[in-house]
């Protein structure tokens, strides 16, 4: 045990951080010396300092409800003393099994599991945001996409934090198909929070959603190696002294997923990045972090034909049409960020940050397809025509942020503020349009001149700066009546480009009774607000048949009221621990900014136009369903409803239920064989006619219904280090991994491709997502 050198011969100060077997932090752990009021809560870190009066032998007890207490006795404590602790979990022994407590939930964050996160069966290569996506109040219609929808928000009102810098997506992807590897690497990850709303006021201006991604830190040399039928990736990471270093490599090709969709023709994705994050402590004052991301996401799609059978059994209709043409797009992002931060003593510490993110985009297709539509019960041809399909989308975006950072850890307290400035600019040539022609004749028909259906122009250069600040605090303590955490806190803004200053104060509480500790009870509100980015501030004007983009000064921030009221309960079955969730929330929207989506592509109307609200309820049981493993269900029931020029309707994403259901379980006798399984069943979603408003979108898609499964076999164990001679010494594990996805193939609908007859008549022709596959896999980890 370290010391400092002694100070003072009646008071003592001892400091640390409680972590659990898993590396994972541990908050609230109770702290306190016997026979004296000296004592201490830790913080959301798992960190702790306190001062007490020194004698002969002190004892210190560390006690945290669901893990066994720990003593460490000290002998004529004097100075600054540092003790890290290892909790390990309390439970009840059977055979060789140990059951395990869940953690405990005090906020509206939560720690989501990551332990198999490797082995999970992955349409998308992106691990971390499939997992989020089974949470509760989460939904995603669409496997070939990382994105998911929280709580009746968009796609772009979830926020996205790594290692503490916000990180961004790209603008002009509008399928699945083109998406490629998201800036997380799982092989990197340590530790996922996320939150569904009610967030701390630390978090940034979005009206959603925070993830919020840690790196690990490497303590010894480590390694893996994968690969698919859908890609490969490569971790290495070491530790020499006070400096430690990781890197990925991936690789992804959905080449093999994109052949079970019904669009026949040569598909040809590339996606490929390459992140490193080194973090060197020189001192136990100062530790320097830094991370560096590349990638090239390459799409190109040459159609040939399709042929769809959609309808009711007793309607049933078939559509076939023949391209000529492709697709071809190009996204290049580069993110680095570096961080210094130094300690004053054991209670204080001042972060200096600075990131930059930058992308480069450029989507292009000049496809024509040639299609007939037939009755199949009559053999009537409903249809017959010829579309073209044109763009030529350019885009250029940075952002550049400073920040600053202090953390104070008074007694019970933890008070943290923050100052960022960001500086964005973004180029912008777009020209994209759509002709249709039926039965010869172009559509719209006038008769006297020919006219697209849809054309659109944008040419944009700006560049704008934020200006963010924030105050909070996080006051614990453990009181008679029970254990209480309260937070609560700020967030003030500026933004150049429409002058406009955003106040947002919040504020949550959570409490456990002393009565019954298996009990949690939160509540959290606030006031939220999406600041716009640049796609908001798209308006158009159409004169003469042309369409042009003109951007909006006047745009205001979305605003939403939230209220939050959850509880959980942790219980046991069969002497395995479990915990079932549940939250209520309403949010009141006001100054809404409209959007279509179509697939993964979100238009905004340019205008604050609307109000709303969003209210729902989300459900959750977490648990060890089988003994050693973690699964869990979730269901969740929302409206989300907006008021548009008098009229009340559906919100693009008012999705009505959703299921979620995640399970894991080893074959009974062996740790060789484990299973996963994930399924998805979500209401569809409002959708209507392209181009002619949210107030005329009268349909409802079908419902996403998805099942995938995934089963492991571990050829090679030596996750205790029991081998210590020959090649097999550097191993780890060894596993092989067979998967099938969309286990029924059932037909999910992605979107929606419309055709026009003679008489102005729409069709609307479902484009499915993809079908039943096989994929094979292996992972060796070092």
Known sequence: MPSGSPADTLSCTLSGRVIDENQSPLPFVTIKVEGQMAGTVTNPDGRYSFSFTTADSIVVNYTLIGYEKKSKTLKHPQGKLVWNVTMRSSGTEMGELVVKEVRRQMGTTQDIATKDIKRLPSTTGNAVEELVATQAGVSSHNELSSQYNVRGGSFDENCVYVNGMEVYRPLLISSGQQEGLSVINSDMVERVQFSAGGFEAKYGDRMSS????????????????????????????????????????????NRYLLGSLQTNGEYDPSFIDYQAYLSWQPSKLWSIDAIGYISRNKYRFKPKDRETNFGTMEDVKSFRVYFDG??????????????????????????????????????????????????????????????MQHARNLLTSS???LRATYEFRPRYHQILAGILFKHESIKENTREWEFRDSAGYSMPHYGDRLELIYNLKSVQDISSNRLEVFLQDTWRKELNAGIISVNYGARLSHWSWNGETLFSPRAGIGFVPARNDNLTFRLATGFYAQAPFYKELRDTITADGATVVQLNRDIKS????????GSEYKFRIAERPFKFTAEAYYKAQSRLNPYNVDNLKIVYYGRNEGSGYVAGVDLKVYGEFVPG??????????????????????????????????????????????????????????????????????????????????????????????????????????????????????????????????????????????????????????
């Open 210 to 253: 925070v993830l919020d991604i840690t790196y690990r830190r490497p303590e010894r040399h480590e390694g893996s190696l994968g690969a698919s039928l859908l890609g490969a990736n490569i971790y290495d990471g070491f530790r020499v002294k006070n400096l430690s270093f990781s890197q990925g490599l991936r690789y992804k090709s």
């Open 326 to 387: 492709e697709e071809q797009d190009l996204f290049r992002t580069l993110f680095g960020s570096v961080a210094i931060s130094r300690k004053f003593g054991e209670r204080s510490t001042l972060t200096l940050g600075a990131s930059a993110f930058s992308t480069k985009e450029r989507e292009t297709y000049d496809i024509q397809g040639q299609y007939w539509l037939d009755d199949t019960n009559t053999a009537e041809q409903l249809a017959v025509g010829t579309y």
């Open 399 to 401: 952002t550049q942020t």
């Open 558 to 565: 979305q605003r939403s009221f939230q209220v939050v009221v």
């Open 629 to 782: 493993t973690d699964s869990w269900i979730s269901f969740s029931l929302m409206k989300a409803s907006m008021k548009l020029h008098g009229k009340t309707i559906p919100q693009p994403t008012d999705q009505r239920w959703n299921l979620n259901f995640f399970f894991s379980d080893y074959f009974p006798g062996t740790d060789r064989w484990k299973m996963t399984l994930k399924m998805a069943f979500a209401d569809g979603l409002p959708f209507g006619a392209p181009h002619s408003g949210l107030e005329h979108r009268y349909w409802r898609a079908p419902a996403y219904r998805r099942v995938d499964i995934g089963m492991n076999y571990r050829l090679f164990n030596n996750e205790d280090g029991h081998r210590r001679t020959g090649f097999g010494k550097n191993l780890k594990n060894v596993w092989l991994g067979l998967d099938c996805f969309n286990v029924f193939g059932l037909n999910n609908v992605a979107s929606y491709l419309w055709i026009t007859d003679i008489t102005n008549q729409q069709y609307a022709i479902p484009n499915y997502l993809t079908g039943r596959l096989i994929n094979a896999r292996f992972l060796i980890e070092f």
